[in-house]
């Protein structure tokens, strides 16, 4: 199979390191690119260079131990296997966020809403339900869109009435955050 020599072969050029500078960008550029032909697929949606400089420390640490000693590849086998398996989940946590932020437009394409509550929307939806440390807060609202608190007020209470947002706590402890979707579907 392509995807065991294309391990390997990533290890021996980064170890061999044929070239001043931009060994290991090449070698992750040749490591997508064989790993893309053997998917025989038209469309990836994963990146094995973006979660190993993610992971760039263990990255050097397992290439140094592997580089130096026995020169025994299983420990970089390992990781690097790990390392892919945690690409693909990344790419499906993306793919979540998306599909989720397209299915709320849906819902909402003939919702009146200005251009600074799209905004937020959708940075709540890009953030994802933790995003915010502490929730959505008015002062958060405000800082973000560039608006009074009266009119970040205003703007909230429309979201809240609007069944987008919920209100959480009371006084200064007011939280917003999205009404799960999902919901409002069925």
């Known amino acids: 199979m392509m995807c065991d020599q294309t391990i390997i072969v990533h290890l021996w050029f980064v170890t061999i390191h044929p070239f001043d500078d931009g060994n290991g960008r090449l070698a992750r550029a040749l ?85 600074r509550q799209k905004k ?17 807060s008015t002062k958060k609202y405000v800082a973000m869109v560039h608006i009074s608190r009266a009119t970040a007020f205003r703007e909230l209470d429309q979201l809240c009435l609007l069944g987008i947002l919920q209100r959480l706590g009371q006084g200064r402890a007011v939280r917003y955050e999205l009404v799960d979707s999902r919901n409002q579907a069925k």
């Open 120 to 136: 937020a929307i959708n940075r709540l939806l890009d953030t994802g339900p933790e995003g915010f440390k502490g929730g959505l």
């Open 31 to 115: 490591t997508d690119m064989a790993l893309a032909q053997d998917d025989r697929q038209r469309i990836r949606c994963y990146s094995l260079s973006t979660q190993i400089m993610a992971e760039r420390d263990e990255y050097y640490n397992v290439l140094e131990k592997t580089q130096k000693g026995s020169c025994d590849v299983t420990e970089w086998l390992l990781w690097f296997l790990g390392c892919f398996s945690r690409a693909i989940l990344r790419s499906d946590d993306i793919l979540s966020g998306v599909f989720t932020k397209s299915e709320f437009w849906r819902l909402h394409a003939q919702t009146s809403l200005n251009e």
